[in-house]
């Protein structure tokens, strides 16, 4: 009887070891395989890990409450914890098609802290396509330079006048975009804005003739005559329709026989007497 007895209590002691180890195996394979959460929750990284937690919780965007979906497990149990951008950035697109995205996101916990080194246009492109298309049907020494050449971070704008001088001294260093644009720089575009002063940078003389003589013209802007492109000269005709005599219009090629230059007209003095003639 003793020794059923003693059968009976051996029995039960191997049922209790034979649960323990089945508890705790299951509690191992918990953590092993599903998440270290169970064991190390997520708040107490930041015991160990300061700087990540606080980097993540200033500049993490997105990233922020990802921290156990990027990294299952720890070491020393755990290897391989490290994530490939790849495992979640993998729709189609040009920009997850490029290679080494840790060269721009220095930092998965602060992934729009961007860096950008000197010779990239690439990747640039992979988002925006139309300046390179600029670039490349205007052709420029511009099209030679790399995009970060010009933009050295993210979203950067230097002023031109970081690389060039502008062409008078009384000339604005913001005013270069009213007439060129930056990835087409030799395209001139023509403004409403466009100073008349600016236009004398490079045309003294023109300037200087038409700011010094005392006819109406004087008070006409540049542009408002030389519309629209770079070069163009504008007939009369464009703002004073034929306003004379139809005799006169058809005996007299140019405006300019009797009215002198446009920059600066001499009409009485030049026609008197040829009117006077017409009248006869
Ligand atoms: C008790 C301190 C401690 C806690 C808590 C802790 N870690 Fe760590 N962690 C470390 C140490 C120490 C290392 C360096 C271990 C090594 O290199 O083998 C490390 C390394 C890492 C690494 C780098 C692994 C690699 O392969 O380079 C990651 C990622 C990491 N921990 C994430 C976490 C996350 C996520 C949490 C919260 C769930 C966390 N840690 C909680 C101490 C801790
Ligand atoms: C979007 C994915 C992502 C998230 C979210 C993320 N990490 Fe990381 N973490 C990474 C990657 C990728 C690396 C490797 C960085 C490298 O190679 O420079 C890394 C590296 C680390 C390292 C080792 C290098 C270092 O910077 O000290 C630690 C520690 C770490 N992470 C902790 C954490 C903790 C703690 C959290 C959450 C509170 C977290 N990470 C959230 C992706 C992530
Ligand atoms: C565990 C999944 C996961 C991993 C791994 C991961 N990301 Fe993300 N990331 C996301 C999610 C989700 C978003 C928000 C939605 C989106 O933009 O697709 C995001 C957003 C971003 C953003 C935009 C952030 C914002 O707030 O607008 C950047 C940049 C980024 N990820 C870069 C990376 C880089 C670089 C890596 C590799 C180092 C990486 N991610 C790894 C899940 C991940
Ligand atoms: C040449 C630098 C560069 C490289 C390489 C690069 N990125 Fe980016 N990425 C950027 C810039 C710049 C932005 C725009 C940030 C903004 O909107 O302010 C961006 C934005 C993102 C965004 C958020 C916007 C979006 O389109 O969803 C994600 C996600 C992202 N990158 C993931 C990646 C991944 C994944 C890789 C690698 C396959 C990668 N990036 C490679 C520079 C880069
Ligand atoms: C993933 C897409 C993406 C990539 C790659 C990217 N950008 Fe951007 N970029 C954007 C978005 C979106 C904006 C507008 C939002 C903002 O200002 O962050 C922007 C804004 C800019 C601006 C400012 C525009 C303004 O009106 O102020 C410049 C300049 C710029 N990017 C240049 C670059 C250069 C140079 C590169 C290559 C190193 C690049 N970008 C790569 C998406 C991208
Ligand atoms: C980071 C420097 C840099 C910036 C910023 C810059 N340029 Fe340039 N640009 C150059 C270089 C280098 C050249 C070629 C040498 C030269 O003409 O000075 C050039 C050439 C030019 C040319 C002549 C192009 C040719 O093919 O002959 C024009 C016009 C021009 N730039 C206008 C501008 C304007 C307008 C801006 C502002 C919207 C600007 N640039 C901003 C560097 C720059
Ligand atoms: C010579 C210098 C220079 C180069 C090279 C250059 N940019 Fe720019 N970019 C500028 C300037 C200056 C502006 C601001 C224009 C303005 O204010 O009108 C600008 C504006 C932008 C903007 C804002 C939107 C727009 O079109 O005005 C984006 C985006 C941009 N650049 C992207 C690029 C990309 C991508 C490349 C390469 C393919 C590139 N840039 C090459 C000087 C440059
Ligand atoms: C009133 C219009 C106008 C303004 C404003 C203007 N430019 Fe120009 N720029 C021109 C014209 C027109 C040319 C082309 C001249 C030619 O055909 O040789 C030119 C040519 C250039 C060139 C090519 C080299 C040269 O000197 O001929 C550069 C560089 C340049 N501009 C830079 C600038 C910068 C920088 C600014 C701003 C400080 C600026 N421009 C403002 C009209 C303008
Ligand atoms: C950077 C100097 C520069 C600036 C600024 C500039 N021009 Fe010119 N312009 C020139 C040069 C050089 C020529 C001659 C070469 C050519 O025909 O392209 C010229 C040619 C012209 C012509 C044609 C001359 C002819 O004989 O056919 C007119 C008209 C003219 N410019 C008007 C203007 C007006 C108006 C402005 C202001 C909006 C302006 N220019 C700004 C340099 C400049
Ligand atoms: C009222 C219209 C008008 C205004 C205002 C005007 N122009 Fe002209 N410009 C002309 C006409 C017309 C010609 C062709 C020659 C002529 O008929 O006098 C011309 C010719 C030119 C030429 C070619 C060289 C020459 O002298 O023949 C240049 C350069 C020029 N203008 C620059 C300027 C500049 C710079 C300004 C502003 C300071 C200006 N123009 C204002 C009408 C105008
Ligand atoms: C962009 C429009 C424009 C063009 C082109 C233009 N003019 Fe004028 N012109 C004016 C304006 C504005 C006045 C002043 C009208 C007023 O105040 O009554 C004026 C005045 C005149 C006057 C009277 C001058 C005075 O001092 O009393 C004459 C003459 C004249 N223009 C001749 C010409 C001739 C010739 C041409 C061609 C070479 C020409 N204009 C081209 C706008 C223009
Ligand atoms: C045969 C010489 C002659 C020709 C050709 C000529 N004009 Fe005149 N124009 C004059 C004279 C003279 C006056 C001054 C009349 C007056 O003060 O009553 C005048 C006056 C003007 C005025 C000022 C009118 C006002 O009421 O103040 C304008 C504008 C003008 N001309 C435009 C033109 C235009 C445009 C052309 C060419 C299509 C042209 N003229 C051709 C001789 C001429």
Redesign the pocket.
């Known amino acids: 009887m003793a020794g059923k007895v003693f059968n009976f209590t051996l029995c039960l002691v191997c049922l209790c070891l034979f649960c323990v180890h089945i508890t705790h195996f299951q509690a191992e394979a918990s953590q092993n395989t599903q998440d270290i959460k169970a064991t190390v929750s997520v708040s107490d990284c930041g015991k160990c890990h300061e700087d990540v937690v606080f980097t993540l919780s200033t500049k993490g965007k997105a990233h922020q409450a990802l921290c156990g979906d990027c990294h299952k497990g720890h070491p020393p149990e755990d290897v391989g914890i490290i994530p490939l951008c790849s495992q979640c950035h993998n729709e189609e697109s040009d920009h997850f098609r490029l290679e080494g995205c840790m060269t721009c996101h220095v930092n998965p916990h602060a992934p729009l802290e961007i860096q950008l080194t000197r010779d990239m246009?690439k990747p640039?492109?992979s988002c925006?396509g139309?300046?390179?298309e600029q670039?490349q049907k205007y052709p420029s020494i511009?099209t030679i330079?790399?995009?970060t050449?010009?933009?050295t971070y993210h979203g950067q704008?230097?002023p031109?006048t970081n690389c060039h001088l502008p062409h008078s001294d009384t000339m604005k260093d913001d005013s270069c975009?009213v007439c060129h644009?930056?990835?087409m720089p030799l395209e001139i575009r023509y403004g409403d804005s466009i100073l008349s002063e600016d236009c004398g940078s490079c045309h003294k003389d023109e300037y200087k003739q038409m700011t010094t003589n005392t006819s109406k013209h004087r008070i006409v802007s540049c542009i408002s005559c030389h519309s629209d492109t770079h070069g163009n000269i504008p007939e009369c005709k464009k703002c004073h329709g034929l306003p004379h005599a139809e005799k006169i219009h058809s005996r007299y090629k140019t405006c300019g026989e009797c009215h002198g230059l446009a920059h600066n007209l001499d009409a009485t003095a030049a026609s008197t007497n040829i009117f006077v003639k017409d009248r006869k």
């Open positions: 246009t640039c492109v925006h139309e300046q390179m670039l511009h330079l790399a995009c050449a010009c933009h704008i230097q031109c975009t644009q930056a990835h």
